[in-house]
């Protein structure tokens, strides 16, 4: 039998790669559409109980690989009942948030323990950079969460990291995700989120096209260089001309652009104007987020004055905009509050959190 370390461990191959690890031990390819069932759709665990698959496939199955999801450290619950889950990925931790709405119930996965970008208003950018996922540890996040909460209906990279710096590892994920035999998902209900990394952007396309949101920030280049400064290398020309060329393989028609409302730093009603003329010819979709401050963040968010004025603003210029709802803040489960566990980390002043839940 091998060592546990030197197995392949099969929640993160995509349909492709594991007809490919079934070929190169003797077996038919087309196997991988049986396992790809009974790993992402039955949820089996144990490769004996794979009933259908031959003996000798399950001997081999249990000799060589393995079905494990990263080790859950702790789960905690907001108020709203968003639902934030921290895994050890071994040599750091990350975190998942389930955000139950309405009619769906979104899964925000991470694709990188910390983020080597540095956004100046991002708390996981504070961090640094430590590790890229596996796709499996990234499978793990959605089998987990769906196991925990019975349901998940889209699932975002909009948690730790930047998927578009991993996608050696990101792109096996949505492949599962989004296909029949294994997760199902439809590739508009999947959404990789980037801070505008261009050539990721186009690989996507080509490889793995689901929907795309890209975090704008702001409509000129030295005010989104200074907060994004990703932005130097990827100026606003390169970025949106890469949007315009992703519409041709997404499968959506229009690209969501993300910005953080800063106050006094972003908001102001003449950014408003030169992001609608920014995006006059990208169709876009705008989706503003009031800043989720964190212990010693640098940036206040606007009052909601400020917030309402400025999408406003956005509207009356024919871009549709809108102000995404804050989940989970008293349990740092907000976007940009992600940063597993380091130290100093308080949740918001004056809200109740419900107890941790410690891991079974
Ligand atoms: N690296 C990717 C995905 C992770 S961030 C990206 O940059 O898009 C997901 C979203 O949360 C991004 O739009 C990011 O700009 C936003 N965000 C980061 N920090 C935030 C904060 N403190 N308050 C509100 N939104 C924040």
Not at 18 to 40: C, D, M, S, T, V
Not at 68 to 86: G, N
Not at 146 to 151: K, N, P
Not at 262 to 279: E, F, G, K
Request: charged letters at 20%.
């Amino acid at each position: 039998m091998a060592a546990a370390a030197s197995r392949t461990n099969l929640l993160g191959l995509d349909r492709g790669q594991l007809a490919a690890w079934l070929g190169e031990r003797g077996e038919q390819p087309y196997k991988a559409r049986q396992l790809l069932r009974w790993i992402h759709r039955k949820h089996e665990r144990d490769f004996e109980r794979m009933h259908d698959l031959s003996a000798k496939l399950r001997a081999t199955l249990a000799a060589e690989a393995t079905l494990e999801t990263p080790p859950l450290t702790e789960t905690s619950v907001a108020a709203d009942a968003t639902r934030k889950h921290l895994y050890d990925v071994g040599g750091g931790s990350v975190e998942a948030v389930w955000i139950p709405e309405a009619k769906r119930a979104t899964l925000c996965v991470s694709s990188q323990a910390g983020c080597a970008l540095a956004c100046t208003f991002c708390l996981t950018g504070k961090q640094g950079f430590a590790k890229n996922l596996s796709s499996a540890q990234i499978m793990g996040q959605y089998h987990h969460a769906l196991q925990d909460a019975g349901t998940v209906s889209n699932v975002v990279f909009m948690g730790m990291g930047e998927p578009l710096l991993n996608l050696e590892q990101v792109v096996p994920a949505l492949r599962l995700l989004t296909d029949d035999l294994a997760c199902g998902l439809s590739r508009r209900r999947v959404t990789v989120s980037t801070a505008g990394v261009v050539p990721g952007i186009e690989r996507l396309a080509a490889e793995a096209p689901v929907a795309l949101a890209v975090s704008l920030h702001a409509p000129v280049d030295e005010l989104r260089s200074e907060l994004v400064p990703l932005n130097r290398r990827y100026p606003l020309r390169d970025l949106l001309r890469a949007c315009r060329g992703y519409l041709k393989a997404a499968p959506r028609d229009f690209i969501t652009f993300e910005y953080v409302l800063l106050d006094r730093v972003n908001d102001d009603l003449a950014l408003a104007r030169d992001t609608a003329r920014l995006l006059a010819k990208t169709p876009g979709k705008v989706n503003l987020i009031p800043f989720n401050p964190f212990p010693g963040a640098p940036y206040q968010a606007p009052s909601r004055n400020r917030v309402m004025a400025f999408r406003d603003e956005l509207n009356a210029r024919g871009v549709v905009a809108t102000v995404r709802r804050q989940r989970g803040d008293d349990i740092l489960a907000a976007c940009g509050q992600l940063a597993g566990k380091v130290a100093g980390r308080v949740p918001a002043a004056g809200r109740i959190a419900t107890p941790i839940i410690p891991a079974p």
